[in-house]
């Protein structure tokens, strides 16, 4: 059984809304409002929704970019919300990310070497020798030329640039890498290279991913487990065969049905599928949201799928579900 390298526990990060005279706290802006997940070694981790859904904002703040509210980060059963602790277990050495923007997150003003030797430096101490040895293993790993570590960011393109960015977060050997979106301003050829770079790093590895994203075609490739979020919450949760051949909630079946099919024989049958699904999407939101718009609460409905619901609905999803299975 794959052990279990970190678990999201209640996590909320809010972000106030103040207003009036004195400038007081009016509201806030629930980015992440409490939810839960694991990932286990070796493991890759779907997190899926649309812009603003809050799925960015949970990598950055697992990595610790962003300040957490409320609730745990649990890294091998230590709460790493508490920086003793981060330390103390060499979390930003084992946990590393791929940003989604690879021109932003590398400095214009250095050198590739510089930019990939930077975390090496930071928790190894390598002679100079050893240390560009380091960084010409890990471009090769990544399919980059001996003489890319010469250069600087703007002379590669965008396809290049982000996978300087993975042999950057590789470099510390993480048990760890949450991917923000590494495909999403690629072109399709230019993504499967990245993404197969990715995949044979895993196996060669042992790394886990978080795999933050929405297109749910790319998610399909790289995750075993998988989890949906919309406004600040998980609406569903589960492995993929469950996620993609029995969706449940609205939202889940609305990003599905976006995904474009090449079958120029039933396009009309698939046209009028994804009007049904938006139509039950605009009319229906109190089936599937409180009166607040807020997500429910998870419930489960199979032995490992769980989907926001009320209480009194989630007995015949899981009856619809057991009778979509045996149809299968």
């Avoid at 070497?113 to 050893?130: G, S, V, Y």
């Avoid at 790093?201 to 991913?209: D, E, K």
Wanted: glycine share 6%.
């Amino acid at each position: 059984m794959a052990k279990e390298i970190i678990k999201i526990d209640d996590l909320k990060v809010h972000y106030p809304i103040r207003s009036g005279f004195w400038n007081r706290i009016t509201d806030y802006v629930r980015a992440v409002d409490g939810i839960n997940f694991s990932i286990n070694e070796g493991e890759t981790y779907g997190l899926i929704g649309e812009s603003g859904s809050g799925k960015s904002t949970t990598g950055k703040a697992i990595v610790g970019v962003e300040k957490v509210t409320s609730g745990r980060v649990l890294y091998k059963g230590v709460d790493i919300t508490k920086s003793g602790n981060r330390r103390r277990l060499d979390y930003n050495k084992d946990v590393q990310m791929i940003f989604q923007d690879s021109m932003s997150s590398l400095n214009p003003r250095k050198r590739i070497e510089d930019i990939i030797a930077e975390p090496i430096r930071n928790f190894e101490k390598l002679t100079t020798d050893q240390e560009r040895d380091r960084v010409q293993e890990l471009l090769d790993i990544v399919g980059m030329p001996s003489d890319a570590i010469y250069k600087y960011p703007h002379e590669f393109s965008g396809g290049q640039r982000q996978r300087i960015g993975v042999a950057r977060a590789v470099a510390t050997n993480p048990k760890l890498i949450v991917a923000d979106e590494p495909t999403s301003a690629l072109d399709l050829s230019v993504q499967a290279q990245v993404l197969n770079f990715m995949k044979h790093i895993q196996q060669q590895y042992g790394i886990a991913y978080l795999f933050i994203s929405h297109d749910l075609g790319v998610v399909k490739h790289m995750s075993e487990n998988l989890a949906i979020m919309h406004r600040g919450r998980l609406v569903e949760l589960g492995s993929r065969e469950e996620i993609y051949r029995h969706p449940v909630h609205i939202y889940t079946k609305r990003l599905l049905s976006a995904i474009p099919v090449v079958d120029v024989d039933n396009r009309e049958a698939h046209k009028r599928q994804r009007a049904l699904v938006e139509r039950e999407f605009q009319e229906n939101q109190s089936k599937w949201y409180d009166k607040d718009g807020r997500v429910y609460p998870l419930q489960k409905v199979a032995e490992n799928h769980f989907v926001a619901l009320p209480e009194d609905a989630a007995a015949a999803a899981k009856i619809k579900e057991l009778k979509e299975k045996e149809r299968d």
